[in-house]
Nanobody
Framework: QLQLVESGGGLVQPGGSLRLSCAGSGFSLDYYAIGWFRQAPGKEREGVSCISNSGGGTIYADSMKGRFTMGRDNAKTTVYLQMNSLKPEDTAIYFC?????????????????WGQGTQVTVSS
């Protein structure tokens, strides 16, 4: 199992922005599809976005389209999630995970390695 580390979470006001990062500990993320998931208190973990390892692009959950942007940095050593126009309902712990591919149903079981998560709180 690979070790992933998320960073960049925090407290932000509604309408604000945050940029999350996901790094691999001792390995490059370039070889893997990387997904972002989130889990709010009392709710199931849900998919946010996923970037392919094969140049196939990025997919987003419907509620994030137009607000969130996911990409790899130029050195392809980390993956970021730029979150704009944040809403209180975006409050959750955000996780990144490594897998073999991206699928529109964002199945948790398709990802074999997970980070510990970073807390995002959207509140005035």
């Amino acid at each position: 199992q690979l070790q992933l580390v998320e960073s960049g979470g925090g407290l932000v006001q509604p309408g604000g922005s945050l940029r999350l990062s996901c790094a691999g500990s001792g390995f490059s993320l370039d070889y893997y599809a990387i997904g972002w998931f989130r889990q709010a208190p009392g709710k199931e973990r849900e998919g946010v976005s996923c970037i392919s390892n094969s140049g196939g692009g990025t997919i987003y959950a419907d509620s994030m389209k137009g607000r969130f942007t996911m990409g790899r940095d130029n050195a392809k050593t980390t993956v970021y999630l730029q979150m704009n126009s944040l809403k209180p309902e975006d409050t959750a712990i955000y996780f990144c995970a490594a897998g073999s591919g991206c699928y529109t149903d964002f199945r948790v079981g398709d990802f074999h390695s997970w980070g510990q998560g970073t807390q995002v709180t959207v509140s005035s």
